[in-house]
């Protein structure tokens, strides 16, 4: 079993990460201003999360999303924990990530506030306490 | 088992083409084509034969002025904010006229590759706005040792690499001892991006990946290497003793050197072969100028079928490499990580075809492609230079078969 217990778990807790997200400033500002959106693929469980200034959906895809992001849930969980480092994971193959590069880099250090409040989110919700 | 998404992504008609280039990266070649034939070509021969470690640092200055110690830096720290694609296509122009010249500015892009992947806001906001100022800025990737090539670029090489620089963490900072050989703008850069190995790891398993100011204490610089072309850009050894580095200068973490050097190469392989494209096409662009207008047995070589069929086999090869580089770059500039086959394919074909393009140059020119005065013996030597950095035939090989079978999903 992973670190999240089931779907619904993984879905509150990555609802109240980008809800978070949004919630900031500089992060909401430039998603509107660059008209950014970003789809997460997620696996086991399987759900997708698709963020952009209007709001996150769970397993909808509004529109095409700028950036798309494939990764495990568990990976997930140790790249928002800090445990995983994004070069790392990237070249390792454990996030794949399409779209524009240039969009990319712009995008990622955008995600700083969701670094800082996943551990206690995820912590709250009960994430690995089955693993 | 052969994965066949592999052979058959992306298709011919989905990779850009040079008519369907964006306006932005038309004009960027343009203004790149135009200074390299006014500004640059009237200094090549003096470039190649000046003493080995001669530098130009008022043509870097007009290339800095033009923005191309800058390309890829995103646009909010002052840089130009190109993708591969324009970096290609920036440097084939460059390498038309010389090689080395496009090396300067394309090793500089490779020192930036590490910060820019990082994805970390400190590390960007402290060294990319260095590049964007008023003086030109140049930067160096230190990978290559004396003992260790190959070891250091291939991930299942690492636990065989011998005497790899070493790094220990000190508290809140490293030490690294040790020291690079052949590092292309080693001499004149500011910055280094250093890869050295933590101790208590084998071989070079502990790689890790550092920003290294050149002026830190314990920091030398060998001798230029005395090469046979590329003589406008500097190779150089470094040494480091006892060279204190603060921990948060550290990219990708202890450990993750091996895997941003992979992408970094997946990426500069794309520029690499752009520059064998432009050696190439400027030796395809002499031979046409001298069988256009030599005469012999009354009438113009180009009019001879074996002259003709000979240019039209270089001209197909160089469009070839052309499409290939523009698809690894297209690629590169929209999938994280870059992907492996095709920036590794589209090098190894631009390296052969740009020493096969030049050969026969020369052939063409007859005792003219063999003096100096003409400069179509340089374009050989600098066609032959570009078969060995960023991956000689037999790492792009290696690269190439591991991608043909990899077993990966299509997303």
């Not at chain 2, 306006?23 to 500004?39: F, G, I, K, S, Y």
């Not at chain 2, 290696?398 to 991608?403: D, H, I, S, Y």
Request: overall charge negative; proline content about 5%.
């Amino acid at each position: 079993m992973g670190v999240f217990t089931s779907k619904q778990q993984a879905t509150s807790v990555f609802t109240t990460l980008f809800g978070i997200l949004l919630d900031d400033e500089r992060f909401a500002s430039t998603v509107r201003k660059e008209n950014l959106s970003v789809q997460f693929f997620h696996s086991d469980p399987d759900l997708t999360v698709y963020v952009s200034a209007d709001g996150v959906w769970i397993d909808e895809t509004p529109s095409a999303p700028v950036i798309s992001i494939k990764m495990s849930c568990d990976n997930a969980d140790a790249l928002w924990s800090g445990r995983l480092l994004m070069p790392i994971a990237l070249a390792t193959r454990k996030i794949r990530i399409k779209g524009s590069v240039a969009k990319v880099i712009e995008f990622v250090p955008l995600l700083q506030p969701a670094f800082d409040r996943y551990p206690s989110i995820a912590a709250q919700a009960g994430v690995g306490a089955g693993a | 088992m052969m994965h066949m998404a592999q052979l058959a992504a992306p298709s011919a008609t989905d990779a850009p083409t040079l008519t369907t280039l964006p306006a932005e990266t038309l004009a960027l070649r343009d203004t790149v084509r135009a200074w390299a034939n006014e500004r640059l070509a009237p200094h090549v021969r003096r470039l190649d034969e000046d003493d080995a470690a001669a530098f130009d640092w008022d043509l870097v200055r007009e290339g800095h002025n033009l923005g191309l110690t800058r390309l890829v830096v995103p646009k909010q720290f002052g840089g130009l904010g190109q993708g591969e694609f324009g970096v290609a296509v920036a440097l084939e122009e460059l390498a038309a006229i010389d090689a080395g010249f496009a090396l300067i500015f394309g090793a500089t892009m490779l020192g930036q590759a590490p910060v820019l992947l990082s994805g970390d806001p400190r590390l960007q906001a402290r060294f990319l706005p260095l590049f964007c100022g008023d003086e030109p800025v140049l930067a160096c990737n230190a990978i290559t040792e004396d003992q260790a090539g190959c070891d250091l670029l291939i991930p299942e090489n690492a636990q065989f690499a011998q005497g790899v620089m070493r790094a220990r963490r000190e508290g809140d900072h490293y030490v690294l001892d040790g020291s690079k050989k052949f590092i292309t703008n080693g001499k004149v850069a500011t910055y280094a991006t250093v890869f050295a190995n933590m101790e208590g790891h084998p071989g070079a398993t502990g790689l890790t990946c550092f920003v290294v100011m050149l002026d830190r204490p314990g920091v030398t610089l060998g001798d230029v290497a005395d090469k046979m072309s590329y003589r406008s850009c500097l190779g150089t050894e470094m040494h480091f003793d006892h060279v204190i580095v603060p921990e948060e200068n550290v990219v990708g973490g202890e450990g993750g050197g091996v895997y941003i050097n992979v992408q970094q190469m997946n990426m500069a392989r794309a520029a690499v072969a752009a520059i064998s494209t432009g050696v190439a096409r400027g030796a395809l662009e002499q031979a046409i100028e001298w069988a256009g207008k030599r005469v012999q047995g009354g009438m113009p070589l180009r009019k001879h079928q074996f002259t003709a069929r000979k240019l039209a086999e270089m001209s197909a090869k160089v469009d070839a490499a052309r499409m290939l580089y523009l698809r690894a770059a297209h690629l590169a500039d929209n999938e994280i990580p870059a992907p492996a086959y095709e920036p590794a394919v589209a090098k190894l074909f631009a390296d052969r075809i740009a020493i096969e393009v030049a050969t026969e140059a020369m052939g063409l020119m007859g005792a003219r492609g063999y003096l100096r005065d003409h400069g179509m013996e340089k374009r050989l030597r600098d066609a032959l230079g570009a078969r060995i950095y960023e991956g000689t035939p037999e790492v792009l090989a290696l690269a190439v078969t591991e991608a043909i079978y990899d077993d990966d999903d299509d997303f």
